[in-house]
Each structure stands twice: as structure tokens, then as C-alpha cells.
């Protein structure tokens, strides 16, 4: 059975707002106006929105390098996070993080990261911090296919296991890491490196919204009951580069038959026509979100080509490296 209207529509609005800010993002990076590495994650929105839409406001997520869609999963403010991406006062982190570090502790977000994997011990922590102060919070760990292959992985998930700590690994596995076929260098299935632990593990469609929220709503309940620990795998995949501009430096790694066969399965797409053929929403209403959501990034991008750029006076406040360190 489908859940609610109200339910999918909010679904479908998010998975828009994703794609739209990261559209806008591509386009301002194409003009030179960001500085910076840019990650985006068109093409996996239904995985965060999946996710987050089973999470409470006081549960935690943490992040990638390819994290926006994370934070507006979580429901971080647009506004600031472009200006965090212009690198103005008015970001997120005061414009001095950028694109991969983007926080807001006040919603659960814990950070995007810049260092692969470094979400998944954080994420641990995030669990024991709940388990040993008897809060029911959930974090929900995002980290892709790569970064499964760093060996903390397998700590946390020890860890995680042997103190049944309420997290949920969440695989995002996009096929590649960097221009690397994750196959060419992943032995076995991730989703199958919780079972020597006892974490329970699965794979999910990752390009199937309703699907991600799901399994995810069922390893969150798991979590919150105090039965541990879940691994998830959710099949996916990058429609852009690995980051923005890369095919100055590199040549293609990816066959266009490749991109376009994912492509038929876009995750917003898919959702929408669902949503018109199964729930009887109609086109009418789906194309008023879409102008709405257009309408909130350019606000955003307005709101962040106004704000100045923090002062240099500041430039040792706010930071950890210490001044003539
Ligand atoms: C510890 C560490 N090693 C290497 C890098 C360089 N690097 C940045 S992104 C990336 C690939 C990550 O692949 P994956 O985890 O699959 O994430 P995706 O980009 O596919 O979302 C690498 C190797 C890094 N940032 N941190
Ligand atoms: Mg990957």
C-alpha cells in the first residue's frame, strides 16, 4: 500500500529540491562562481530522501564529499548552504567549509566530510553517545561504495554489533569510486560485510524511493527497539562526474550507453510518473512543486550572491589550526 498524499508529495518535493540545487550548482560552477571541489548528487536523491524521510528531527545523520543531498534530505535551509558554496559570511560554516562541509548540528547533521569513510566512525560515536545516554535517537550513516573499503568499516561495524548500537550503515553504492569501477576493486557484495558480525544486511533499489524508505523505516525501528545495527547496500548511481569539471583532466572512464541506461531509471522521473498513474496526482500539481522548488534556489542563490564574504580579520576564528601553529 502507498503512504499518505501528504507523505508523497513531501517525497517527490525533496527529491526536486535536491535535483534543482544541484543543477543550479552545476551551472555556477560552469560560470567559475565556486570555489572549490563540487560533488553532486544527481541521480541518488531517493536514497537520502528514502532515508530521512523515517527520521526524527532529533536523529542524526552523518555525510559524504557528495553530500548536499544529504543535508536537504535531513532539511537543512537552502539559503545558507549556497552561500556556504560561494564561500560567503552567510554559510553554513561562515563560508570558510565550502561544499564538503556543510553542518548543522541543530537538525542532526553531523557534517559532510571530505576524508572518505570519516562518516563511519562519527556515526558509531553518534550511536554510543545515544546508547549510553539512553536517548531512542537513530543515526543513519551515509558512505559510498569506496568507502566501504576502508577498514573502519568493519571496526564500526564490530563495535556497532558488539554494543547493538541503534545506527544504520547506508551503503550508497554508485558504482564507482572516483573513475574506478567499484568491481574492479570491491571482492564480494559490501552489503554481505555484516554477516560475520550478526548486523542484520541487505541490499535495497536505491533508485526506488519508496523502496529505500522501507527498509530503511524497518532497520530504523530495529535500531530504536534496541536490536542493533543494520548494513544496507542501496543500488545506485551517479548521472554526472565524479566531481564538476572533471573531463578537463581526465578522459571518459564511463560508455554513454552506460549513463543513459541508468538514466531511464531517473529516481525523480520514476517517482513522478508513479505518482500520476498509481496515487492520481496530477501533472498540474507535480509541475507546482517543481516551480516552487525553482523558485526557493534562485531565492537561495540571490541570498548568497548578497552576502559579503567573511572579513579576512576572522579568518583564524572558527577554525581548529592554531594561529602561527
Ligand atoms: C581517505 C581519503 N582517501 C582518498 C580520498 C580521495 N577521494 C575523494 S572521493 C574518492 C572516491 C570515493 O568513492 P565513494 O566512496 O564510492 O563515493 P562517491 O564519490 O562515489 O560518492 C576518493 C578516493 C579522500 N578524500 N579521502
Ligand atoms: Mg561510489
Redesign the pocket.
Known amino acids: 500500500m502507498l503512504p499518505d498524499t501528504d507523505i508523497l508529495l513531501n517525497l517527490y518535493r525533496r527529491m526536486v529540491r535536491i535535483r534543482v540545487f544541484e543543477e543550479k550548482v552545476q551551472e555556477l560552477h560552469r560560470l567559475g562562481k565556486l570555489p572549490g571541489f563540487v560533488?553532486v548528487y544527481v541521480g541518488e536523491e531517493a536514497v537520502a530522501v528514502g532515508a530521512c524521510s523515517m527520521l526524527r528531527d532529533t536523529d542524526h545523520i552523518t555525510s559524504?564529499?557528495?553530500g548536499h543531498g544529504h543535508c536537504i534530505a535531513k532539511g537543512a535551509d537552502v539559503a545558507p548552504m549556497m552561500a556556504e558554496l560561494f564561500g560567503r559570511a552567510d554559510g553554513y560554516c561562515r563560508g570558510k567549509g565550502g561544499s564538503m562541509h556543510i553542518i548543522d548540528t541543530s537538525l542532526g547533521i553531523l557534517g559532510a566530510n571530505?576524508?572518505?569513510?570519516g562518516g563511519i566512525p562519527m556515526a558509531t560515536g553518534s550511536g554510543l553517545a545515544d546508547a549510553v545516554l539512553g536517548r531512542d535517537g537513530v543515526t543513519v550513516c551515509f558512505?559510498?561504495?569506496?568507502?566501504a573499503n576502508?577498514g573502519v568499516l568493519l571496526e564500526s561495524l564490530n563495535l556497532a554489533a558488539i554494543w547493538q548500537l541503534p545506527v544504520v550503515y547506508l551503503c550508497?553504492s554508485?558504482q564507482?569510486?572516483?573513475f574506478t569501477p567499484?568491481t574492479d576493486l570491491t571482492a564480494g557484495r559490501i552489503y554481505r560485510r555484516g554477516e560475520p558480525f550478526g548486523v542484520a544486511s541487505m541490499e535495497v533499489d536505491g533508485n526506488d524511493v519508496l523502496e529505500v524508505r522501507r527498509v530503511v523505516g524497518e532497520a530504523v525501528d530495529r535500531a530504536r527497539r534496541g536490536e542493533g545495527p543494520t548494513l544496507i547496500e542501496a543500488i545506485t548511481y551517479?548521472f554526472s562526474g565524479?566531481s564538476e569539471g572533471e573531463s578537463a583532466f581526465v578522459s571518459a572512464y564511463r560508455t554513454e550507453e552506460e549513463v543513459e541506461s541508468w538514466k531511464a531509471r531517473d529516481p525523480v522521473t520514476c517517482f513522478r510518473d508513479l505518482l500520476q498513474t498509481e496515487a492520481g496526482i496530477t501533472a498540474a500539481e507535480l509541475d507546482s512543486i517543481d516551480a516552487e522548488e525553482q523558485e526557493a534556489i534562485r531565492k537561495a542563490v540571490e541570498f548568497a550572491e548578497a552576502s559579503p564574504h567573511p572579513s579576512p580579520d576572522e579568518a583564524l576564528d572558527h577554525v581548529f589550526a592554531p594561529a602561527g601553529g
Not at 571530505?114 to 569513510?117: E, H, T
Not at 558512505?143 to 568507502?147: E, N, R, V
Request: glycine share 18%; no cysteine; proline share 0%.
Open positions: 560533488h559524504t564529499h557528495r571530505g576524508i572518505v569513510g558512505f559510498g561504495d569506496g568507502a576502508q550508497e554508485n564507482y569510486m572516483e567499484t551517479r565524479h
